[in-house]
C-alpha cells in the first residue's frame, strides 16, 4: 500500500505549527512570569542591593528584613486579611447571584420589558452622579461611614458583567428553556435547575473577576472606614507604605520635630518592603486560578442537547 505523501506533508507541517505555538506560549507565559519572579526577588533583597544594584532575578545580599516590617504586628495583619476575605467570598457569592438571575430575566424573550430594562442598566455604565453626590449619599444618607456594607455593596452589581452573562445565556438553546416549561418547571426552578449549570464557565469567569475586585479595592475603605479594626488588606498595606514614604519625606527635609518613629523609618527597607507588600497581597488571590481554570474550556451545552 502506498503512502498518501499529502498526509506525510500534513503531518509535518502540523507539526512544525505545534512546535512555532508552544514557543510563542512559551515566549508568553514567562514575559508574564518574570515581573512576579523580580518582585518575590526583590521582596528578599536587601534594600541597599537594591538601590545600588536594581532588581535581579536572584536575591541580592538576600534577607527577611522587609518580611519582618511587614509582620511586625501579626495581629493587624491577620485582621485584615480576615476582613478582606469574609469581604471577598460573601461579595463575591452575592454578586454572581444578583447578576446571574438579573442576567436570565433579561435574556428570558418571552420578558416584554427585558429591551427596556436592559436600556436603564446600559445607561448606567454612560452616566453617573460624580463623587460628591456619591459620598453624600453613602454617609449622610444611608449612615455608611465605618460600615462593612461600605465595602460589600459599591462592588456589588456590574452592569459590564450582567451584559456578559445575559449574551452568554441568550447562546443557550432555545429548546432547553422549552422542554423545561412543558415539563411543568417554574422560571425560577429553570434557572436553578437548567441555566444555573450551564452557566459555569460564565460564572467562574465572571466571579474571579469580581473575586479581584473586592480584593484590590482600598479606594472604598479610604472613603468611608476610619476604624482601623475595619480596614482591609489592601487599604491597610496601602496606609503603610504612604507613612513610610511620609518618615523619609520628613527627614530628606530637615524637618528638626520628628517623632522617633519617624527617626526609626530611617532603616526600613522602603523598596523591599513595597515587593514583600505585593507578595503579600497578591498570594493568596493567585490560588483562585488554578482552581476557575478548568471552567474556561468546557463546552456550554457539551450533552445538553440531544437530537
Known sequence: MKKNPNAVKGGKDETILHIIAYIFVSIVALSCLLPFILVISASFSSESAILRD???????????????????????????????????ISGTLIALSLQSITAYVLARRDFKWRNGFSL??????????????????????????NNYLALLLPLLFSVFNLLIL????????????????????SV?????????PLMKPALATIGLFIALGYWNDWYSAMLFISDDKMKPLQYMLYEKVNNIEG???????????????????????????KMALTVVVTG????????????YVKGITLGAVKG
Open 54 to 88: 536594581g532588581f535581579s532575578l536572584l536575591p541580592n545580599e538576600p534577607g527577611l528584613e522587609a518580611y519582618r516590617q511587614v509582620f511586625n504586628q501579626p495581629n493587624v495583619i491577620l485582621r485584615a486579611y480576615m476582613v478582606t476575605i469574609i469581604l471577598t
Open 120 to 145: 436603564f442598566f446600559y445607561i448606567t455604565m454612560l452616566f453617573n452622579g460624580g463623587l460628591v453626590p456619591y459620598f453624600i449619599l453613602m454617609t449622610q444618607y444611608l449612615q455608611m461611614r
Open 166 to 185: 445575559k449574551s452568554y445565556i441568550m447562546g443557550i438553546p432555545l429548546e432547553m428553556i422549552e422542554s423545561a416549561k412543558v415539563d411543568g418547571c
Open 188 to 196: 425560577f426552578r429553570t434557572y436553578l435547575s437548567i441555566i444555573l
Open 247 to 273: 518618615y523619609k519625606r520628613l527627614i530628606a527635609s530637615g524637618t528638626t520635630s520628628i517623632s522617633a518613629e519617624a527617626l526609626s523609618a530611617i532603616s526600613i527597607p522602603t523598596e523591599s518592603l
Open 284 to 295: 493568596p488571590i493567585i490560588l483562585l486560578y488554578p482552581i476557575i481554570q478548568k471552567y
